[in-house]
């Protein structure tokens, strides 16, 4: 059974940064690509970042980019998003997921694509 665990959210002031983990267990993490959301209040879940098997392509929302960094290490099973100059309406609580399909997906922006999905980790920005 294939899990997905968050970690590292919290309260920031706008202007500031923190790191997002997310540990999946399950075999051959390294064939999937893996992808960051969030979801506010009141809100639907949106696409924040997604990232290749390989580590070498990266895709973002436009409300994050110059801004969010995700990552892997396919070693430890883990991904990032590391993320700088946060601001107010970055508070949400921002899932990690992982579809069921290995390589590549095509819409990686939908999480209809996705399949496992972590309990999601609260980040608040105050301003």
């Known amino acids: 059974q294939v899990q997905v665990v968050e970690s590292g959210g919290g309260l920031v002031q706008a202007g500031g940064s923190l790191r997002l983990s997310c540990a999946a267990s399950g075999r051959a993490f390294s064939r999937y690509t893996m992808g960051w959301f969030r979801q506010a209040p009141g809100k639907e879940r949106e696409f924040v970042a997604a990232?290749?098997?390989?580590?070498?392509?990266?895709y973002y929302a436009d409300s994050v980019k110059g801004r969010f960094t995700i990552s892997r290490d396919n070693a430890k099973n883990t991904m990032y998003l590391h993320m700088d100059s946060l601001k107010p309406e970055d508070t949400a609580v921002y899932y990690c997921?992982?579809?069921?399909?290995?390589?590549?997906?095509?819409?990686?922006?939908?999480?209809?694509?996705?399949?496992?999905w972590g309990q999601g980790t609260q980040v608040t920005v105050s301003s």
């Open positions: 990232i290749s098997w390989s580590g070498r392509t990266t």
């Open positions: 997921a992982r579809p069921d399909k290995a390589g590549f997906i095509t819409d990686y922006k939908s999480p209809r694509e996705y399949n496992y």
